[in-house]
């Protein structure tokens, strides 16, 4: 699914107006009705009392006409439209004055009558400053009070670009937008704001693009299953790739355990640990379907390591580094070999990205074949940028750390955005807050590196991967609750995932 932000929108609504002569009152007629689908839709009785909030740009168009046809379908309905009325668009003065002709209430001032459903035409897509004074407080109150709350396209006082709050914003239960998603709705606080999300088919397609396709795209369940590697009747364990953990440190075997294991769940044929030696009888219990190989930690690096290291990466056709490994001695002279071998496949996650910030010369080494996996902690560290103006550019921090490095950045947060170093960018919409516990970033690693090790390149493997870790912790949350889940009900979910995938790629065959 192809995400835009306004520019790209805008665009959109003129290729489609001037190049294949659809009329903009047409669309705007289109974008009413979706609108009205969703009103009568929930709300059959006819007796559901409703305020439309109109704007005087075109948003506030499409208000106006779907307030005629919710009155002309019998709806008690309100319009209410507190900007200047001069100023309104031709389009937006046009339905306004048809509402008028077929007597649609209009009240001048919001009053105590009580609302089962509000809408909100206010602002469109465009807006870009706060907003304050009358136009404030009028969406405080609506927020206020207890009806259904509907966006028409998005929700005023979001930025449809970063999801930012521009002073203050309608607070959805829905939104109706038209055509295609936008960015700021899927990214926080906007996706907040947005509440359940529906794209509405108005006549503005992917030929409205002209061949400029847009840099944005969120996975849904088809793109997802068209990703999923494809199993042979004829193959073996060989046929599907061979991962390496290097991962674990004394007491840290479980991160180790988790990113496996996930490997092995993605489909991958062989999956083989590089660990310390004291997790080894753990690991032997944990996961014996595992290629065990250890090294003593004690050591500093010696030549036996580098020699066990050096066979481990040869042997694979993708590597993870980073998860529980420390950053020990030992363990910087790891990745610093690890580093060497641009060729490969590589996850960088955990402890890796600890040890490559302290040593950001070595991000120079590293190619598209490598992909990082921070945390907004990580991610602070890797860039001197502090999490705060990260959490607000979240998506542009992602593009530009990829950009700059060349290689594939998944940066992990309640909305996980994967930056590419041709600006293509992905929004991963699964996913619970059951998923912020230990373990679940270890076992996003192992999931992204059993797909690059069984063919998928480094960016359709994190596409997929975050989509399918996300899914796997929507399952969780559903069985255990989000309160109570742990990094090991995702690993018990991701079978389930996966299948759903598959299922639905052989339905649609």
């Known amino acids: 699914m192809y995400l835009v932000n306004s520019q790209e929108m805008k665009q959109c609504d003129k290729n489609t107006i001037a190049y294949y002569g659809m009329p903009s009152m047409v669309l705007m007629e289109r974008a009413a009705l979706s609108v009205f689908s969703e009103i009568t839709k929930r709300f059959p009785q006819k007796e559901s009392r409703i305020l439309v909030l109109c704007g005087v740009g075109n948003n506030g168009g499409d208000g106006f006409a779907a307030a005629r046809l919710l009155h002309l379908a019998g709806y008690p309905v309100e319009v209410f439209c507190p900007g200047n009325k001069e100023k309104m668009t031709p389009e937006t003065k046009n339905q306004y004055d048809t509402a008028r002709k077929y007597h649609v209430p209009e009240i ?25 004074g009358r136009l404030a407080d009028t969406i405080q109150t609506l927020n206020q009070m207890s009806a259904y709350k509907i966006a028409v396209d998005i929700s005023s006082g979001i930025d449809a670009d ?17 055509g295609f998603a936008k960015i700021g709705q899927l990214l926080y606080p906007g996706a907040e704001y947005t509440g359940e999300l529906v794209v509405a088919d108005i006549g503005i397609d992917a030929n409205s693009f002209l061949e400029q396709k847009p840099f944005g795209i969120s996975l849904t369940k088809e793109d997802a299953a068209g990703l999923l590697p494809v199993r042979k009747a004829y193959s073996n364990k060989g046929s599907y790739g061979k991962a390496l953990i ?39 219990s944990k996961l014996p379907e595992a290629i065990l190989t250890t090294y003593d930690s004690g050591e500093n690096f010696s030549e036996k390591t580098a020699a066990k290291l050096e066979e481990c ?6 590597v993870l580094i980073g998860p529980g490994l420390s950053c020990s001695v030992t363990a910087q002279k790891i990745t610093e070999q690890v580093l060497k071998y641009t060729e490969k496949k590589m996850a960088f996650d955990a402890d890796a990205l600890n040890i490559l910030s302290g040593q950001k010369e070595w991000l120079a080494r590293m190619t598209e074949n490598q992909v990082v996996t921070p945390h907004l902690g990580e991610i602070s560290r890797l860039t001197n940028i502090s999490i705060d103006r ?102 018990d979910e991701i079978p389930k995932a996966i299948q759903e995938l598959s299922d639905w790629r052989e339905q649609s065959l």
């Not at 001048?108 to 304050?132: H, K, M, N, P, W």
């Not at 479980?254 to 004291?278: D, H």
């Not at 293509?424 to 373990?439: D, R, W």
Request: charged share 15%.
């Open 390 to 491: 990260i959490q607000k550019n979240l998506l542009q921090t992602a593009l530009d750390f990829a950009k700059d490095h060349k290689l594939i950045c998944v940066l992990k947060d309640a909305r996980t955005v994967i930056g590419t170093p041709d600006g293509t960018f992905y929004i991963n919409t699964t996913g619970s807050h059951g998923m912020a516990t230990g373990g679940s970033g270890d076992v996003l690693a192992g999931f992204l590196t059993g797909f690059m090790a069984q063919g998928l390149t480094c960016q359709k493997a994190a596409a997929l991967s975050a989509y399918l870790h996300g899914r796997a912790g929507e399952l969780a949350a559903s069985e255990k609750g989000p309160y109570s889940m742990l990094a090991s009900d995702l690993l």
């Open 162 to 178: 970063t999801g930012a709050k521009l002073g203050t914003a309608f607070l959805a239960d829905l939104t109706v937008t038209f």
């Open 313 to 318: 990466i040869r042997w694979a056709d993708a």
């Open 108 to 132: 001048t001032e919001l009053s105590e009558t009580t609302y089962a459903i509000v809408a909100d035409a206010l602002f469109g897509i465009g807006l870009c400053r706060q907003i304050e």
């Open 246 to 284: 290097v991962a674990g440190s004394p007491d840290m075997a479980g991160a180790a355990y988790f990113a496996a294991k996930a490997a092995y769940q993605s489909g991958c044929g062989l999956v083989r640990i590089l660990t310390a030696i004291e997790n080894r009888e753990i690991l032997l």
